[in-house]
């Protein structure tokens, strides 16, 4: 059993950064690719960026290509997703994820085995 716990989420205006953390515990970080995902009322679940069990391989979904970064540090056992060029539309409740997977990263949430609680990222105009 994994728990994931997320941090770092507030509120910016556009054009800001913000960095989030998810923190792990319980199980071997290594053995899991780590993905971030959003949703905002009224939406679908959206994958973000994900990055795999060593930080070799990074996708991230379109809206966010070349504003978002995800990293991790399999020391700490945490996953960051640093945000940049931050829009309105970015606004939503931000979610790690961990899957048992050994290569590659999922973009499809069901493929992923443990959720965080989400943090709130609020981007006013």
């Known amino acids: 059993q994994v728990q994931l716990v997320e941090s770092g989420g507030g509120s910016v205006q556009a054009g800001g950064s913000l960095r989030l953390s998810c923190a792990a515990a319980?199980?071997?970080?290594?053995?899991?690719?780590m993905g971030w995902f959003r949703q905002a009322p009224g939406k679908e679940r959206e994958f973000v960026a994900g990055?795999?069990?060593?930080?070799?391989?990074?996708r991230f979904g379109d809206s966010v290509k070349g504003r978002f970064t995800i990293s991790r540090d399999n020391v700490r056992n945490t996953v960051y997703l640093q945000m940049n060029s931050l829009k309105p539309e970015d606004t939503a409740l931000y979610y790690c994820?961990?899957?048992?997977?050994?290569?590659?990263?999922?973009?499809?949430?069901?493929?992923?085995?443990?959720w965080g609680q989400g943090t709130q990222v609020t981007v006013s105009s």
């Open positions: 994820a961990a899957d048992r997977l050994w290569s590659g990263v999922h973009v499809t949430g069901d493929e992923y085995d443990y």
């Open positions: 319980g199980g071997t970080f290594t053995g899991y690719a």
């Open positions: 990055i795999s069990w060593n930080g070799a391989y990074t």
